[in-house]
């Protein structure tokens, strides 16, 4: 094995790893910033998804330095059984829980 050999190895590791750091990072990004996980329920024209797949390659730099909403997959809140996750886009509205609702507005009533 001659040295090129072995720097490229090396600098492949680096990169790699630098990938899979900038992942994390902006599914970290996703999950703060947009209260998105895979888990999560999403509005999209008025329907309720449940997300399966956060798409952050999708993630595009805003001229504030900012990312773009990603794209998501899901599939429709009421479904039972498997489905085929759809193409969600980007135009989704992250779903509140409602039990957050629910304790907030019980809160309210008893003063706190």
Not at 6 to 28: G, H, N, P
Not at 29 to 35: D, I, P
Not at 57 to 66: F, I, K, L, V
Request: charged letters at 25%; glycine letters at 8%; aromatic letters at 6%.
């Amino acid at each position: 094995m001659n040295y090129s050999d072995s720097v490229q190895k090396v600098l492949l590791r680096k990169i790699t790893k630098a990938e899979q750091d900038l992942l994390q990072l902006k599914l970290d990004y996703c999950r703060f910033v947009y209260g998105l996980t895979h888990r999560s329920r999403v509005q999209v024209g008025g329907k309720s998804y449940l997300v399966r797949s956060v798409d952050v390659e999708a993630m595009s730099r805003q001229n504030d330095g900012s990312f773009s909403k990603p794209v998501v997959a899901g599939v429709a809140a009421d479904t039972t059984g498997p489905a085929q996750p759809i193409d969600l886009g980007t135009q989704w509205e992250l779903e509140q829980p409602t039990v957050a609702k629910e304790t907030k507005a019980s809160a309210s009533r008893h003063g706190l």
